[in-house]
T-cell receptor, first 118, second 112 residues
Framework: GAGVSQTPSNKVTEKGKYVELRCDPI?????LYWYRQSLGQGPEFLIYFQGTGAADDSGLPNDRFFAVRPEGSVSTLKIQRTERGDSAVYLC????????????????FGEGSRLTVL | DAKTTQPPSMDCAEGRAANLPCNHS???????VYWYRQIHSQGPQYIIHGLKNNETNEMASLIITEDRKSSTLILPHATLRDTAVYYCIVSSYTGANSKLTFGKGITLSVRP
């Protein structure tokens, strides 16, 4: 498809389990972002990739959260030992929009992966 | 990123202009103003951005005050499909600061 694709769309897991969430960005987009959104809140930044490397992971809440983008395209967000507080919608966005030689800040978001930890 | 202040909610009648305000009194000279919106159960959608000049595209107009401390997003003819949460964000979006920080936004309700 032409947009950002996220799988699974819904994931229900038990406390303590390991979870992987996948993001397929728009083809050719070099920048990829992960956000998470709790009910009634705006999206919260987690991590940003430029190519294969994590340019900014300052939003990852703790070491249970980890993300990779080994080939500079698909990214996986990994959550170890899930807790009930991890329940949220995890949003992925990609960008490659330039204007006047700089990135424009136009991010293209996927529909999100809703994670529920019981 | 500089912080923004938006009212929590507003409504307008279908077919009328919706004017969404945003205060960003601590904005820096190299920071842009971005607007995104999020329709229920969807990911955020880019609307428009600007630095100091007013901007217009097929979706909306962005009016930035001369001192850049506030801005207004204008949806010229609101429809029911414009009901959404609208986020005003300021960011230099360059180098190490290439990310957007969302607040709670303003919930726009368009009534028939």
């Amino acid at each position: 498809g032409a947009g950002v694709s996220q799988t699974p769309s819904n994931k229900v897991t038990e406390k303590g389990k390991y979870v992987e969430l996948r993001c397929d960005p728009i083809s050719g987009h070099t920048a990829l972002y992960w956000y998470r959104q709790s009910l009634g809140q705006g999206p919260e930044f987690l991590i940003y990739f430029q190519g294969t490397g994590a340019a900014d992971d300052s939003g990852l809440p703790n070491d249970r959260f980890f993300a990779v983008r080994p080939e500079g395209s698909v990214s996986t967000l990994k959550i170890q030992r899930t807790e009930r507080g991890d329940s949220a919608v995890y949003l992925c966005a990609s960008s490659n929009s330039r204007w006047g030689g700089r990135y424009t800040g136009e991010l293209f978001f996927g529909e999100g992966s809703r994670l529920t930890v019981l | 990123d500089a912080k923004t202040t938006q009212p929590p909610s507003m409504d307008c009648a279908e077919g009328r202009a919706a004017n969404l305000p945003c205060n960003h009194s601590t904005i820096s000279g190299n920071e842009y103003v971005y607007w995104y919106r999020q329709i229920h159960s969807q990911g955020p959608q880019y609307i428009i951005h600007g630095l100091k000049n007013n901007e217009t595209n097929e979706m909306a107009s962005l009016i930035i005050t001369e001192d850049r401390k506030s801005s207004t997003l204008i949806l010229p003819h609101a429809t029911l499909r414009d009901t959404a949460v609208y986020y005003c964000i300021v960011s230099s979006y360059t180098g190490a600061n290439s990310k957007l920080t969302f607040g709670k936004g303003i919930t726009l309700s368009v009534r028939p």
